[in-house]
């Protein structure tokens, strides 16, 4: 076991390697001068060039990648060319933002998905399961920017209920400690900017749920369904236990283990669909930060927040491969 | 009939139980499931419409705005209502449908051709080339794959034929791990032993024998991409890299009505994203149907 979360821990280091040429890359993607690009026909020549060294384009390509690396190990990720502010702070300032959307939506996706997987393994093909089925394709067919912006009209412009836009209504004196606005609000017991907080957060974390709502009702589903057919389950069933501890006790603890590793896959898609949905709801994260620099030609932060995002990815499929193993006696690894 | 033909009828035969051949047998799978006939049926409608518009009806976008009636709710005469330029939405979403469509089928085909050579490649050849190939694969996939399209548009450059290579570029890890394991699946069986007992080239077997037998799941895979590559092809469109303006797309027709929304212009949006919605749900229903009518050993799922 030990052996095995070893060996993949080294699996890693390749992938990371291939992940930082290919982000390292998209500069020389532009067509083009990237200098010229990113400041603008009418920059003078003098910005040009200094812009130019500063992004070492003037080195041999293999020179740049060293210097690239080596800056992204020790946790430089570049200069935005707008502002000026170095892109790993920023990246840091606004991350909590996104991570609050993806825990929420995580945390739906979940509360519901597993009950609604079960259910509809348990009343196979029975209307419940049929509806179940559909509404999980529906799900996954979503584009979440238009679920976004369907729950925004209909439940902030039609009902007046829901906020549309940003952590907390405009003028709210709250001092955040973490970034973290939730969980500040909550350590800081101010509980008004606490529920003004959870209700900007619900309908964006509605939108972000729903494709990973839908992949993980399918997925408990279908394990569900493949446990049950299993041979202990009949033995449960025969020693007499109640319906409800056959399902909960002995079906769904076993079926939870693809579950886990189909929930570790849904965190790149989360961060992905933040960028979509933080541009809906003007939430100050990481995903709206990409959209914004997109539009400004910022291609620094476009890039460090992609080397960021895969590494998480990649860190991510790790802990879940390991966990699986460790969770799992039945999988023997070589 | 080729050696091929005779053993994939023989399966077909062992399986069904009836001298058909397995394509009509597929094909009797397929649509005897009402949820695969829906998805058939809001397919065909889609590519229909795609194939048919630009018959019947010109359309100019460059022309097309009528500042004196602009964002106009549905009426008999635009029965979609009409946007912020006063261009009728209907019309625009009708002839998006090209576009949109047009856009992810063309990246499936370039993904399914240059994935499935890759992984056909990697796994005859093995040794270094298939892990040359994979490990490249594995770079793809360690970035989601939306993020990874909207960076690349984001870097070469806004528009249509930049975002169908990149939208082909992140399909094509599936189709190269589909076709690989197939490969190495199929290398094993008794039949491909036999076409190189009876002195088949290497070439030969891979063409003639492993990849017409590898491609059910080959072609659940193109309909599944499809689905995703409308909806990264809308993404792309929502957040201004894909089709520009004034060209139809019903992403970026969702990123227009956006500015819109808080005014209760409903029908702005509501059109264009339920076009989206309801192509993917068509090609996913499909997908899925396809699945089980081409995987007999699945059985009644």
């Known amino acids: 076991m030990r052996r095995y979360a070893i060996r993949r821990s080294l699996t890693i280091v390749p992938v990371l390697l291939g992940v930082s040429v290919l982000v390292f890359s998209f500069i020389h993607l532009i067509p083009g001068d990237p200098a010229l690009t990113m400041l603008g026909e009418r920059a003078t020549p003098e910005k040009v060039a200094e812009v130019r060294a500063r992004l070492g384009l003037d080195r041999p390509i293999w020179r740049q990648y060293i210097l690239y690396i ?92 829901l906020p549309t836009g940003f952590r907390l209504a405009s003028g709210t004196a709250f001092v955040p400690w973490t ?100 541009t809906i709801f003007s939430w100050p994260g990481i995903g709206l930060w990409v959209y914004e620099s997109i539009e400004s030609r910022d291609y620094a932060i476009v890039q460090g927040v992609s080397l960021f995002i895969a590494v998480i990815v990649v860190g991510v499929n790790l802990v879940t ?4 193993a460790a969770v799992d006696p039945r999988i023997k690894y070589e | 009939m080729t050696t091929l033909d005779v053993a994939v009828d023989r399966r077909a035969v062992a399986m069904t139980g009836r001298g058909r051949s397995p394509a009509s047998a597929a094909w009797r799978r397929l649509v005897a499931s ?17 194939l048919v518009t630009p018959v019947v009806h010109l359309y100019d976008a460059r022309t097309d705005a009528n500042l004196t009636s602009r964002l106009r709710p549905p009426t008999a005469a635009h029965p979609f209502g009409t946007d912020s330029l006063g261009r009728d939405i209907l019309v625009r979403v009708v002839h998006a449908t090209r576009v949109s469509l047009g856009l992810a089928i063309s990246a499936v085909a370039v993904a399914t051709v240059i994935g499935s050579a890759l992984g056909f490649l990697a796994g005859y050849l093995r040794g270094r080339v298939d892990l040359v190939v994979m490990f490249c694969m594995d770079i793809v996939l360690a970035f989601p794959a939306t993020l990874l399209a909207i960076a690349i548009v984001a870097m070469i ?72 590559a409308i909806l990264e092809a809308a993404a792309l469109g929502f957040l201004g890299l894909g089709a520009q303006p004034p060209t139809p797309e019903w992403g970026a027709m969702l990123a227009d009505s956006y500015k819109y929304f808080t005014s209760g212009a409903w029908w702005v949006f509501c059109f264009p994203g339920a076009a989206i919605m309801l192509s993917v749900l068509g090609f996913n229903l499909l997908g899925d149907g396809l699945r089980d009518a081409l995987d007999p050993r699945l059985g009644q799922g």
């Open chain 1, 70 to 161: 080596g800056n992204a190990l020790r946790g430089d990720l570049g200069v935005s060319i707008v502002r000026g502010d170095p892109v790993a702070s920023d990246l840091l300032r606004r991350f909590p933002a996104t991570v609050e959307l993806a825990v929420a939506a995580i945390v739906v996706a979940i509360a519901f998905g597993i009950p609604i997987g079960v259910a509809s393994a348990v009343w196979r093909n029975s209307p419940l399961d049929s509806l179940a089925r559909l509404g999980a394709l529906a799900g996954v067919s979503m584009p979440i920017f238009w679920l976004g912006l369907v729950l925004a009209w209909f439940f902030g412009v039609q009902l007046r209920l």
């Open chain 1, 179 to 278: 970034n973290f606005v939730v969980l500040d609000a909550a350590l800081q017991r101010d509980w008004s900017t606490l529920a003004d907080a959870l209700r900007h957060l619900i309908l964006p974390a509605l939108a972000l749920a729903t494709i990973p709502l839908a992949v993980i009702a399918r997925m408990t589903r279908a394990s569900m369904l493949e446990v049950l057919s299993r041979e202990y389950i009949r033995t449960a069933e025969a020693k007499g236990l109640s319906r409800r501890a056959v399902i909960l006790r002995h079906a769904l603890r076993n079926a939870l283990l693809p579950v886990l590793t189909v929930i570790g896959l849904q965190v790149g898609r989360l961060l992905a669909g933040a960028i979509l949905t933080e």
């Open chain 1, 321 to 324: 491969d390991v966990l699986y």
């Open chain 2, 34 to 50: 009402p949820a695969a006939r829906a998805g058939l049926i809001m397919v065909a409608a889609f590519v229909l419409v795609a």
């Open chain 2, 157 to 228: 450059g806004p528009g249509l034929r930049n975002s169908l290579f990149a939208i082909s570029l992140v399909s094509i890890p599936a189709y190269a791990r589909l076709s690989r394991s197939s490969v190495l699946e199929l290398r094993e069986q008794e039949f491909v032993l036999a076409a190189r007992g009876l002195g088949c080239s290497g070439w030969r077997v891979l063409a003639g024998h492993i990849v017409p037998n590898s491609l059910p799941p080959l072609i659940v895979q193109t309909t599944l991409s499809i689905a995703f």
